[in-house]
């Protein structure tokens, strides 16, 4: 049954951020042809504007479904993603103003432009490049299913709603770049606040407290052994991997990085490192969400899953204006990740696909001409993936999307420090920990944790924590070796280098 | 153009980093259900704190232009 108040709210606020998206074009004008103008803004975002970018950008609305959701599934290990997102930050402070001051003073717009930059090497650029659209396509997928959840909690058709988000973030980002996100993103980050303080203050009110909220999921925890209110001894291996590899892993998605590269200066990125954590402790209060769908006896919808906990909570605690307006912040909260993930494929596509491999000598207008359709592109393939493929598949992809994106560390922010590592030695550690990654998730049957014994006693380590070891411990063995290889003569002039 | 550079001697204000770090990646170390604060166990509480201190001692770093 289609709830028509909920919908109408939900039409309006997103009519609003349509027409925000097409305006954004006339924002801090800039010449859209150039691609640092249409992908990266012209890096000129100040603190606050690079505060509510990086925040639509880091923390999407996928997260903000399937966290509380995996809180109500599996309880404790599910919040591993609030120390994720809090250690993130001190890794930040400390990679991220001088990625920023490199790639600026070179006029790199992609890591793969920063990686050919550093190393010279081609081969690398593009296994970078390639490495980051891989994992990013399922991520767009699944912000399209946060959509999907939102839209079929007021009864529409999740596929028609999401053809016509399809369009109107399409032809934003299309026409806009990077300014139509990051002026959405305060909109959106007002609305999610509303949501959140109203949800947080008003949910456990009604259910008497955070002590009957608690003793609900102490009771499950009691009744099922899937379940825990804390951790199992068993699963703090698995927890404290899950926490350190995913923090190494956020700031090397593109996206993440275009949202970086977008400010103004490092002094920007330093001061979002001590401001973005906000954004943790809202995902945080969120999380305990899933504990008071349990007090509060609300089943997800079969659909979704888990993943549908937020919403149905939504829709029975609220009344339906504020549900809508709550299912339209969560909506619009997934187009704007959606559109930088777009747009950041877009620019390693055209960089270093395109330009070097396809038509080397091309023009300026050309490349954000081939960036826009490359946009168009990864977005409508992200909606294939949501519509062809059973939704736990994509799911399953992300998983392995962050042992994927992990193994451009060593080329990318350890290439930050140090030029000691052989291009060839990287390439080698990268085909190593893709395989050692890629072979240990299947070995766990679609897991991203595998279950070492180590001495009789079972370790449960994320996969992209141990294939980047192996990565990392190749790409070190083998530079002394790579570099003991005389070079081969490629005529006279080219020896010394 | 860089008018903020790191100040000499304020380096060691990012060993301050290994507090989270150490804080946060050995979960035995907080993974109890007491004490509670207004409800919240321990677990739940200490984890949502740590977000602020981190935030502070980055701050901090920041600051001093570590």
Same mark, same amino acid.
């Given at each position: ?74 309880? #404790? ?82 596929? !028609? ?75 703090? #291996? ?36 001590? !401001? ?222 | ?8 001697? #304020? ?56």
């Amino acid at each position: 049954m289609i709830d028509w108040v909920a919908l109408s709210i939900f039409v309006f606020f997103f009519l609003l951020v349509t027409v925000i998206g097409f305006v954004a074009a006339r924002w801090r004008r800039g010449n859209l042809k150039v691609l640092e103008e249409w992908g990266l803004a012209g890096r000129k975002f100040g603190t606050v504007i690079t505060w509510f970018l990086m925040g639509g950008d880091l923390y999407t609305a996928y997260t903000f479904v399937a966290v509380p959701g995996l809180v109500y599934a599996v309880g #404790a290990q599910g919040f591993f993603a609030v120390p994720y997102t809090v250690l993130i930050y001190p890794l930040a402070f400390l990679v991220l103003p001088r990625f920023w001051s490199i790639c600026k003073a070179n006029g790199y717009v992609t890591p793969s432009d920063f990686v050919e930059g550093q190393t010279g090497s081609k081969t690398l650029a593009l296994l970078v490049a390639l490495t980051g659209i891989v994992a990013t396509m399922p991520y767009i997928a699944l912000q399209m299913f946060g959509i999907a959840v939102s839209v079929a909690q007021m009864g529409i058709n999740p596929e !028609i709603a999401l053809i016509v988000a399809f369009v109107i973030l399409a032809a934003y980002t299309y026409t806009s770049g990077l300014r139509a996100p990051a002026l959405i993103a305060m909109v959106k980050d007002g609305m999610i606040f509303i949501v959140l303080f109203a949800t947080i203050i008003a949910i456990p009110i009604a259910l008497g407290g955070f002590g009957p909220i608690f003793k609900a999921a102490a009771d499950k925890a009691a009744a099922t052994n899937t379940f825990h209110l804390i951790l199992a001894p068993s699963q703090f #291996a698995p927890y404290a991997t899950l926490v350190l590899g995913s923090a190494l892993a956020l700031f090397l998605y593109p996206h993440s990085l275009t949202g970086t590269l977008a400010s103004a200066s490092p002094e920007v990125v330093k001061r979002n490192a001590s !401001i973005l954590p906000a954004y943790s402790l809202l995902l945080g209060l969120l999380a305990l969400l899933g504990y008071m769908a349990l007090a509060a006896k609300v089943t997800p919808p079969k659909a979704y899953g888990a993943n549908g906990i937020v919403p149905a909570l939504i829709a029975a605690q609220f009344p339906s204006w504020f549900a809508g307006f709550s299912f339209a912040a969560i909506s619009i909260g997934a187009m704007v990740p959606a559109s930088i993930m777009s747009i950041a494929a877009a620019n390693l596509f055209t960089r270093n696909i395109y330009r070097p491999y396809l038509r080397p000598n091309y023009s300026g207008s050309e490349e954000t001409t081939v960036a826009r359709v490359a946009s168009l592109a990864v977005k409508l393939g992200a909606l294939l993936f949501i519509f062809l493929i059973p939704t736990q598949f994509v799911i399953t992809l992300q998983l392995l999307g962050g042992i994927i994106i992990i193994q451009t560390l060593p080329s990318v922010f350890v290439g930050l420090f140090t030029r000691w590592f052989h291009k060839w030695a990287l390439v080698a550690g990268w085909i190593a920990g893709m395989a050692t990654g890629i072979a240990l998730f299947i070995e766990a049957h679609n897991n991203s944790t595998y279950t070492f014994v180590i001495g009789g006693h079972p370790i449960g380590v994320y996969s992209a924590l141990s294939s980047v070891v192996i990565n990392l411990v190749v790409t070190v063995l083998l530079t002394p070796v790579f570099n003991s290889v005389p070079a081969r003569p490629r005529g006279t002039e080219k020896a010394a280098a | 153009m860089d008018a903020r550079r790191p100040r000499k001697g #304020a380096g060691w204000l990012l060993l301050l980093f290994l507090v989270p770090f150490v804080g946060l990646l050995y979960p035995p170390f907080y993974n109890l259900t007491k004490p509670e604060l207004i409800g919240i166990p321990f677990f739940y509480w200490f984890q949502l704190a740590a977000i602020v201190v981190t935030a502070l001692i980055t701050f901090v770093a920041y600051l001093a232009r570590a």
